[in-house]
């Protein structure tokens, strides 16, 4: 009977050990999904900033830096914290499509494409919740 005992509670530490280490790993995966999403929340609320910026050019050029600022900061955020093949291609995207706004608004252009910067914020949105 002793020996079943042992078995039993050692069979049991077992089980609780995968039990606590499958839940850690399901929280951590939860609370980066959700830091996920709360980024790109930001992100999409500064491309609309951005897109608003682009539109008031003529009344204030700095705004639109200072939203593809915050765009940048947010994605350094997301890139830092993710190992997720789609959500790193979208932060490469959306990065890609700030740099090229920006070098538009450096070389005089008043009204820059921001298309590709909200296509990548959506792209980003979606690798976020898969």
């Known amino acids: 009977m002793a020996v079943s005992r042992r078995r039993l509670t050692a069979v049991a530490a077992v089980a609780l050990a995968a039990l606590t280490t499958g839940l850690t790993t399901g929280c951590d995966a939860v609370n980066k999904a959700l830091d996920c999403v709360q980024t790109a929340d930001s992100i999409a609320d500064s491309v609309t900033d ?4 682009v539109e008031n050019a003529a009344k204030d050029p700095g705004q639109a830096d200072a939203s593809l600022d915050s765009i940048e900061k947010n994605l350094r955020k997301i890139g830092d914290k993710t190992d997720n093949a789609d959500v790193n291609k979208a932060v490469d995207d959306l990065d890609k499509a700030v740099d090229n706004v920006r070098t538009a608004i450096k070389n005089g252009d008043r009204t820059p494409d921001v298309g590709p910067v ?10 976020c919740t898969k």
């Open 50 to 53: 951005l897109q608003q910026a």
């Open 118 to 127: 909200t296509d990548a914020a959506g792209e980003l949105t979606k690798g």
